[in-house]
């Protein structure tokens, strides 16, 4: 089946240190991939994406990721997190049935420790 | 341009009453779809459309959900009867299938089934 997992339920880091959210997908044919944040009580905000071209996608808010077709992921990072990253992160994946439709990952909580 | 929008934002009601959830997407997109997220299970798609034609309905829970788009600028989520299990957020989003499927989503509407 075709499907966008989050292994990670949470992810914790320190301000001003790297971050890293994982994605893995399973699709057929080429993927299109997204990264979406939800801040609380809010709608989700795209982030970035990748359809074709370059592996290391950059995006909003200084996020990039880095597609890897042999491993099958897509994992958002950050090189210096800030507080104001805190947020759910959702993974999506493009997928055609009839029509073009996009699935989410369960999503990761990330904090940022001051 | 002012987004997808969504209303009620929110709604508190009694088990077994209709609950009615409007969208208006962004002015131009061809796609429209109903997202319903709890702690639960996350972020499903309920259903979507494109052209105002729904397109793959088979994340709709149940014969108690339907969904409508008469216009390319309206379409309505029904709840009837609704139950307590129904509570959740429910988003609205809309895009163009030409932009590479970037998914705009609008502010949700918080249900409560008392």
């Known amino acids: 089946a075709q499907s966008v997992a989050q292994p990670e339920d949470q992810v914790n880091v320190a301000e001003g240190n790297p971050l890293t959210v994982k994605c893995t997908y399973s699709?057929?044919?080429?993927?299109?991939l997204f990264w979406y944040v939800q801040y609380p009580n809010r709608g989700l905000q795209f982030l970035l994406k990748?359809?074709?071209?370059?592996?290391l996608v950059k995006g909003s808010y200084g996020f990039e990721a880095e597609f890897n077709k042999s491993q099958t992921s897509f994992h958002l990072k950050k090189p210096s997190a800030l507080v104001s990253d805190s947020a759910l992160y959702f993974c999506?994946?493009?997928?055609?049935?009839?029509?073009?439709?996009?699935?989410f990952g369960a999503g990761t909580r990330l904090f940022v420790k001051a | 341009d002012a987004g997808v929008i969504q209303s009620p934002r929110h709604e508190v009601t009694e088990m077994g009453q209709e609950v009615t959830l409007r969208c208006k997407p962004i002015?131009?997109?061809?796609?429209l779809f109903w997202y319903r997220q709890t702690m639960m299970r996350g972020l499903e798609l309920l259903i979507y459309?494109?052209?105002?034609?729904?397109?793959?309905d088979s994340g709709m829970p149940e014969d108690r959900f339907s969904a409508k788009m008469p216009n390319a600028s309206f379409s309505t989520l029904k709840i009837q009867p609704s139950e307590p299990r129904d509570s959740a957020v429910y988003f609205c989003?809309?895009?163009?299938?030409?932009?590479?499927?970037?998914?705009?989503f609008g502010e949700g509407s918080w249900l409560t089934v008392v």
């Open positions: 699709v057929s044919g080429n993927p299109y």
């Open positions: 990748y359809i074709t071209g370059d592996n």
């Open positions: 989003a809309s895009t163009v299938s030409l932009s590479g499927n970037t998914i705009y």
């Open positions: 002015s131009g997109h061809d796609y």
């Open positions: 459309f494109n052209n105002n034609v729904p397109i793959d």
């Open positions: 999506a994946v493009r997928l055609y049935t009839g029509g073009f439709k996009t699935i």
